[in-house]
């Protein structure tokens, strides 16, 4: 459009500039035609310019349909990105419950570990106690003859797993 006034006011000049060249001199008619050759010259070359703007435009709107959809479709990506940005972080707080909740079993199996080898040990303490209360009975019964009636004492012998009842 700013082209088109150009134009226009071009041609109006040029027309208003001719008019007084041809009412102020009495020139021939070549002259005339001269000019009007030197017009249509250059109405042609605006016309060539006028088209030439115009399929740039063109050329310049479908590159902007082209932007568009590209900045439409990064935009998606970037809406897109948000929301799994959005799913990861409620991930990894969820993951840090996780770990969190894991210390504490692993706190308290420690614990109970701990708890179990001072029961066994408690037991194994308790087993030597017993065995040595067995062994000091069998030899106080040791030295008493056994009875017929059929009474035993047992002993226990500690082997690799494997327990014996011995009669006395």
């Known amino acids: 459009t700013e082209g088109r006034k150009r134009h226009t006011r071009r041609r109006s000049r040029e027309r ?3 008019r007084e060249d041809s009412s102020s001199s009495s020139s021939s008619r070549s002259s005339s035609e001269e000019t009007e050759d030197t017009e249509n010259e250059r109405l042609s070359k605006l016309e060539e310019l006028i ?3 115009q399929e740039e435009i063109k050329a310049l709107q479908v590159d902007n349909k082209v932007l ?3 900045l439409d479709s990064k935009t998606n990506t970037t809406e897109n990105l948000g929301e799994d940005i959005d799913v990861l972080q409620r991930e990894i707080e969820k993951c840090k419950y996780d ?3 894991l210390a504490d079993e692993i ?3 420690k614990s109970d570990k701990d708890d179990l080898k001072d029961a066994v040990d408690t037991h194994e303490k308790d087993i030597r106690e017993l065995q040595t209360e067995v062994e000091d009975l ?3 019964c040791a030295d008493r003859p056994a009875a017929d009636d059929g009474f035993f004492i047992p002993l226990i012998k500690r082997d690799e797993e494997e327990s014996e009842v011995l009669p006395k």
Do not use: G, I, P, T
């Open 138 to 140: 069998a030899e106080c």
């Open 16 to 18: 208003s500039e001719s």
């Open 51 to 53: 088209s030439k703007q």
């Open 99 to 101: 770990l969190v909740d």
């Open 68 to 70: 568009k959809a590209r």
């Open 107 to 109: 706190k308290d199996l």
